[in-house]
């Protein structure tokens, strides 16, 4: 019997040392990694809007180079646009109006193929 090779999703690639884990452990692994796909977003639209608006800088830029990014308030902007301000993001960054709908496709389709994975190893039992 041939063994079947499934094509490699771009998480895969991500990973350093291939782990080895039997059925049930996958199915537990793609049930936490779905709750954790579904929490995040929740967690992050039930923060305030200011959340990240006070607080020192992160941005290595900022911090070595005293200089601003491209990506300096993209996450204010972001926050601030899931709030529908609108005047707000754009003050932060105006990139947040391309960054923000591609981070949710990217979200929903990571969503989406974790789901199915879910499925097909439910079946697979």
């Known amino acids: 019997m041939g063994l079947m090779r499934r094509p490699y999703k771009w998480a895969d690639k991500l990973v350093l040392i291939p782990i080895h884990l039997n059925h049930r452990q996958k199915i537990i692994r793609s049930a936490i990694t779905l709750l954790f796909i579904i929490l995040v977003p929740i967690v992050i639209l039930l923060l305030p809007e200011n959340y990240f608006d006070t607080g020192e800088s992160v941005c290595l830029s ?7 990014c491209y990506a300096c308030g993209l996450t204010k902007a972001c926050k601030h646009l899931l709030s529908l301000n609108f005047e707000k993001a754009f003050e932060y960054n105006l990139l947040s109006f391309v960054a923000l709908p591609l981070v949710a496709f990217l979200w929903m389709s990571w969503f989406l193929q974790e789901r199915k994975n879910i499925k097909a190893l439910i079946k697979a039992q």
Not at 62 to 68: D, P
């Open 62 to 68: 900022k911090l070595i180079f005293k200089q601003e």
